[in-house]
């Protein structure tokens, strides 16, 4: 192991001891760091230059998507700040280097809350058309799993790490624990998805406890983000939805709803778990019912009285 090696691994267990960051985060920095340190292999961290920086994000510009290399040079930045804290480096080689570059606005994508009943319908009428209780027990799993998704928005990382002391349904909350160990607590607001998370909860009792998360497989371990993803390709499959839909879909419909209906954007903010009321700003763009009602409404032109002046 070389000396950046070294240093950087003395970075990333500071990152997760010290600055207490999670696993992805962890992850993401490993590996945007690892690929800086291979392409300049050649240079000591302490002749690492404005000049050499510059050429690595010009490149990296050729390479990636704006939001892509714009969290490369985040995680380079934060390594740098930490050399300067340690006095590894002199100078931080960053304070020369003024990165602006336009990131566009890719807006969310939303379920249709027409295609959203037929999702729910499938896997309800799947359950109880199921030849087998090996069926049965799946599908009323994937239902609990559909509903929560809809009825929270939460992100399917937390819905996933859920544990059971996080699910009150007497009180009819769920403890979440977001990006940045931020907790947030949601309120379950509808009967029916009390009900079967209910229903879920006694069936599954066996696997939850030997697993200590919520959401189990019939084996008795924790549900992967993935065996979800398959879950909703499978029913969508069932449905003949074409539209590829993800679980991420799920909280972009949640907010979007949400908006539509009239609710205060801070509120949705604090649902969603966002840190900034900017990002929760990008479902104003894609509330398009609320916009229709608003121009059918509010728009000067259904005022102008056109045909009565050309009938004088």
Not at 86 to 92: G, H, L, S, T, Y
Not at 271 to 285: A, D, F, K, P, W
């Amino acid at each position: 192991m070389n000396q950046s090696q070294k240093t950087l691994e003395q970075y990333l267990n500071y990152c997760q001891f010290q600055k207490r960051l999670d696993h992805k985060t962890l992850k993401a920095y490993r590996i945007d760091l690892n690929q800086f340190f291979l392409w300049n292999s050649q240079k000591s961290i302490e002749c690492i230059t404005s000049e050499l920086l510059e050429s690595y994000i010009a490149q990296l510009h050729q390479q990636y998507k704006p939001k892509t290399v714009k969290r490369k040079i985040a995680s380079l930045k934060a390594l740098f700040h930490y050399l300067e804290y340690k006095e590894i480096i002199d100078r931080n080689p960053f304070n020369k280097i003024r990165v602006k570059f336009r990131e566009p606005v890719i807006l969310p994508k939303t379920i249709p809350l027409h295609t959203m009943e037929t999702f729910l319908a499938t896997i309800y009428a799947h359950r109880s058309t199921a030849k087998t209780q090996y069926q049965k027990r799946n599908a009323l799993r994937d239902i609990a799993v559909a509903e929560l998704l809809f009825a929270t928005g939460v992100r399917i990382s937390e819905l996933c790490s859920l544990k059971p002391s996080d699910v009150n349904l007497v009180d009819r909350t769920i403890l979440i624990y977001g990006k940045g160990s931020k907790e947030r607590c949601m309120q379950l607001g509808n009967v029916d998805v009390v009900n079967i998370l209910n229903e879920y909860k006694q069936e599954f009792s066996k696997e939850i406890r030997d697993c200590q998360h919520f959401f189990a497989t019939q084996s008795g371990k924790p549900l992967s983000e993935q065996t979800v993803r398959r879950m909703i390709n499978k029913y969508c499959s069932l449905a003949s939805i074409e539209m590829h839909i993800t679980p991420h879909m799920f909280r972009h419909t949640f907010a979007t709803s949400l908006l539509e209906a009239d609710v205060d954007i801070r509120y949705i903010q604090e649902m969603l778990g966002h840190s900034s009321i900017n990002i929760t700003e990008i479902y104003t763009h894609v509330a398009t019912a609320k916009q229709r009602d608003i121009l059918a409404t509010k728009h000067p032109r259904k005022r102008l009285k056109v045909c009565e002046l050309l009938d004088r």
